[in-house]
């Protein structure tokens, strides 16, 4: 039992350049999310999906898209890379849309720098 | 304003204290409140869970909520130095479809020897 899997762990890509996050989760949770972390800016929300098919745009979603085929994968596109765009992205999942009882599990993280 | 809000410390502590580490949000919404500990450079894990009013022990961790102020609080007895870590709160509301963690910046601990 992994948990959630995120690759890479480190990306440094230059401007306008397109990338993938990999995001996999082995606990058949339904409910996945990606989340970037800022300094002074705690966890903000990306994207989230509630199901194989369904998307959701959370609180800061332009430049990133997301589509989900199955149940485990999650993948993070970033379209055009920006600056701004770096951070530390995290992946978690739920059984629960709550995350009632076992909380929300997150990956370790993948620090992406844009130069 | 944000509608979680969550003092950055660092908070500095001797090796045995009790810890508190609040947080204060805005939203009536929220009912199912979180805490989670981050280790440097490690992805955040769930340390407690509560729903609603009240408070939940689990071991040395001790969780408490009070919607009627709009307050959580978690504590930490008999610190160690292990818990050195950031501390965050997360909290939602929704129910029924997907729910969005709203997160705290996060509390910087450290227990000192």
């Known amino acids: 039992n992994a948990g959630v899997t995120q690759t890479p762990k480190f990306q440094v890509l230059k401007t306008g350049q397109s990338m993938t996050l990999q995001c996999a989760q082995d606990?058949?949770?339904?409910?996945m999310s990606w989340y970037r972390q800022d300094p002074g800016m705690g966890l903000r929300l990306i994207h989230y999906s509630v199901g194989a098919g369904i998307t959701d745009q959370g609180e800061v979603p332009n430049g990133y898209n997301v589509s989900r085929s199955t149940t485990e994968d999650f993948p993070l596109r970033l379209l055009s890379a920006a600056p701004s765009q770096t951070s530390v992205y995290f992946c978690?999942?739920?059984?629960?849309?709550?995350?009632?009882?076992?909380?929300?599990?997150f990956g370790s993280g993948t620090r992406l720098t844009v130069v | 304003q944000k509608e979680v809000e969550q003092d950055p410390g660092p908070l500095s502590v001797p090796e045995g204290a009790i810890v508190s580490l609040n947080c204060t949000y805005s939203?009536?919404?929220?009912?199912?409140f979180m805490w989670y500990r981050q280790y440097s450079r490690k992805g955040p894990e769930l340390l407690m869970y509560?729903?609603?009013?009240g408070n939940k022990e689990d071991g040395r961790f001790t969780a408490q909520v009070d919607k009627s102020s709009k307050y959580i609080s978690l504590f930490i007895r008999d610190s160690q130095p292990s818990d050195s870590a950031t501390y965050l709160c997360?909290?939602?509301?929704?129910?029924?479809?997907?729910?969005?963690?709203?997160f705290g910046t996060g509390t910087r601990l450290q227990v000192t020897l």
């Open positions: 997360a909290m939602t509301g929704h129910t029924g479809t997907a729910s969005k963690l709203t």
């Open positions: 509560t729903y609603s009013s």
């Open positions: 978690a999942s739920s059984y629960s849309n709550t995350g009632r009882d076992y909380g929300y599990t």
């Open positions: 606990m058949n949770h339904e409910y």
């Open positions: 939203n009536s919404a929220f009912q199912y």
